[in-house]
């Protein structure tokens, strides 16, 4: 069983930056997939940046693509998703997500919201 934990999430202006957060347990994490997805009001979840196990390889969805960065720390068994430029339609709740053997796991998620 893993269990991920997001922080972070809150209210920012257009333009502004926040960091998202999302501890996991378990003893091999630096073994895991990590991602972030996000899900705004009336749609579907979708991606938004993973990395692999070793930080090595990273993944963004072309709407976020030069204004996030997700990172991982497995030492500390976290990851990040600093989060620049803010938008409005950045507005969604922010999910983190584990694989792990072929299994998918989620955070309860945190919400972030963009002022325009």
């Known amino acids: 069983q893993v269990q991920l934990v997001e922080s972070g999430g809150g209210l920012v202006q257009a333009g502004g930056s926040l960091r998202l957060s999302c501890a996991a347990s378990?003893?091999?994490?630096?073994?895991?997939?990590m991602g972030w997805y996000r899900q705004a009001p009336g749609k579907e979840r979708e991606f938004v940046a993973g990395i692999g196990w070793s930080g090595g390889s990273t993944y963004y969805a072309d709407s976020v693509k030069g204004r996030f960065t997700i990172s991982r720390d497995n030492a500390k068994n976290t990851v990040y998703l600093q989060m620049n430029s803010l938008k409005p339609e950045d507005t969604a709740i922010y999910y983190c997500?584990?694989?792990?053997?072929?299994?998918?796991?989620w955070g309860q998620g945190t919400q972030v919201t963009v002022s325009s």
């Open positions: 378990g003893r091999t994490f630096s073994s895991y997939d």
């Open positions: 997500n584990a694989g792990v053997a072929g299994r998918d796991y």
